[in-house]
């Protein structure tokens, strides 16, 4: 099993930049297939990022790309997203969540194909 807990949200104006961590413990990163996503209020938890266990694969929602980009550090196991260009519609509660694959290359981009879950990281960004 693996643990993950995010840190790196936070308050900033429309157009500033925030990087989100997730580090993982128990089980090593390097197992999983990780990804970014996101919940607003009333809203549904939407993906936002995902990468593959060996970083060969990414992919992101079409409202973020250009903006923000997902990497890892297996060695620090930790995985990231920086956010550039950060605009009011993306505030939300982000969540880190990881799955074993046994490919590395491969990634998630739904909810439901993902085991394990951070507790979430608040980015609010004022206009």
């Known amino acids: 099993q693996v643990r993950l807990v995010e840190s790196g949200g936070g308050l900033v104006q429309a157009g500033g930049s925030l990087r989100l961590s997730c580090i993982a413990s128990?089980?090593?990163?390097?197992?999983?297939?990780m990804g970014w996503f996101r919940q607003a209020p009333g809203k549904e938890r939407e993906f936002v990022a995902g990468?593959?266990?060996?970083?060969?694969?990414?992919d992101s929602t079409d409202s973020v790309k250009g903006r923000f980009t997902i990497f890892r550090d297996n060695a620090k196991n930790t995985v990231y997203l920086q956010m550039n260009s950060l605009k009011p519609e993306d505030t939300a509660l982000y969540y880190c969540?990881?799955?074993?694959?046994?490919?590395?290359?491969?990634?998630?981009?739904?909810?439901?194909?993902?085991?394990?879950w951070g507790q979430g990281t608040q980015v609010t960004v004022s206009s």
């Open positions: 969540a990881a799955v074993e694959t046994s490919t590395l290359t491969i990634l998630r981009t739904t909810a439901r194909e993902y085991a394990y």
């Open positions: 128990g089980r090593a990163l390097r197992y999983y297939a």
């Open positions: 990468i593959s266990r060996n970083a060969y694969s990414t």
